[in-house]
């Protein structure tokens, strides 16, 4: 069975850095789109970066932007999501999520599908002081 798991989360004061994890069982990565959501209490689903299979170039939201780093490790099946300088406006649960980019179509201006097959149970990120 499919299954995708997020960790890494948890409390961090800004300016600090945490490094989540999106570990995939059941399929391989080596052919799937990897992307990363957030989701603040009371706010849309936003979407934070994106891999493109084939392309070595990451989207990043204009927010994330110079301080988050997407990563992927085909070997250990795991995608990263590397944060620093955290504000407290980066404050929400974050999901990797894939998708097998055959016959899909991209966001314009962006590496990201406009639809994920499979999506992990998220993690939870505060940044407070």
């Known amino acids: 069975q499919a299954q995708l798991v997020e960790s890494g989360g948890g409390l961090v004061q800004p ?3 945490l490094r989540l994890s999106c ?3 059941g399929y391989t990565l080596n052919y799937h789109d990897i992307a990363w959501f957030r989701q603040a209490p009371g706010k849309e689903r936003e979407r934070v970066s994106c891999g493109h299979l084939g392309d070595d170039t990451a989207y990043y939201a204009d927010s994330v ?3 988050f780093t997407f990563s992927r490790d085909n070997a ?3 995608a990263y999501l ?3 300088n ?3 406006e980066d404050t929400a649960v974050y ?3 894939t998708g097998f980019p055959g016959g899909r179509r991209v966001v314009p201006g962006t590496t990201c599908l406009y639809e994920y097959d499979y999506w992990g149970q998220g ?3 505060a940044v407070s002081s």
């Open 15 to 17: 300016g600090g850095s």
């Open 23 to 25: 570990v995939a069982s």
């Open 65 to 67: 932007k110079g301080r």
């Open 76 to 78: 250990k099946n795991t």
């Open 82 to 84: 590397q944060m620093t």
């Open 86 to 88: 955290l504000k407290r």
């Open 95 to 97: 999901y990797c999520a």
């Open 123 to 125: 993690t939870q990120v």
